[in-house]
């Protein structure tokens, strides 16, 4: 259940972080291919070719910020940094199969495929 609040504004909202970390168009992607692996920013790119360069850096900003994912640069040349989800982040990785599941519940209450398959 989720706890209540007692102000009538969305700021105080409990799931507020939630909202914040999965409102990136690409973050739950992010999220999904680094609960896989630790991948070089040019990994990540060509996993969300439809994302372009500059998006990519935004969204692996916002999540550093949030604590969501960590950034190890290495000191040597050619430059070389990786991402990798914190412990935090892959226990958000339980609300993710948690939506899925969910995802699998509404396919068979609305008759209707969710994920579009080419």
Not at 35 to 51: A, D, H, Y
Request: glycine share 4%; with cysteine.
């Amino acid at each position: 259940m989720i706890r209540e609040y007692t102000k009538s504004d969305a700021d105080n909202c409990p799931l507020l972080p939630v909202h914040r970390i999965i409102s990136g168009k690409w973050n739950i992607f992010i999220i999904y291919f680094l609960e896989r692996e630790t991948l070089r920013f040019g990994e990540l790119r060509r996993k969300l070719p439809n994302m372009t360069q500059a998006t990519l850096s935004r969204q692996l900003k916002d999540l550093i910020e949030e604590g969501m994912i960590e950034r190890k640069d290495y000191q040597q040349i050619p430059p070389k940094v990786e991402y990798s989800l914190t412990d935090i982040g892959r226990k958000f990785v339980l609300v993710l199969e948690a939506l899925e599941q969910w995802v699998i519940e509404y396919e068979k209450y609305t008759g209707q495929q969710a994920i579009i398959k080419e």
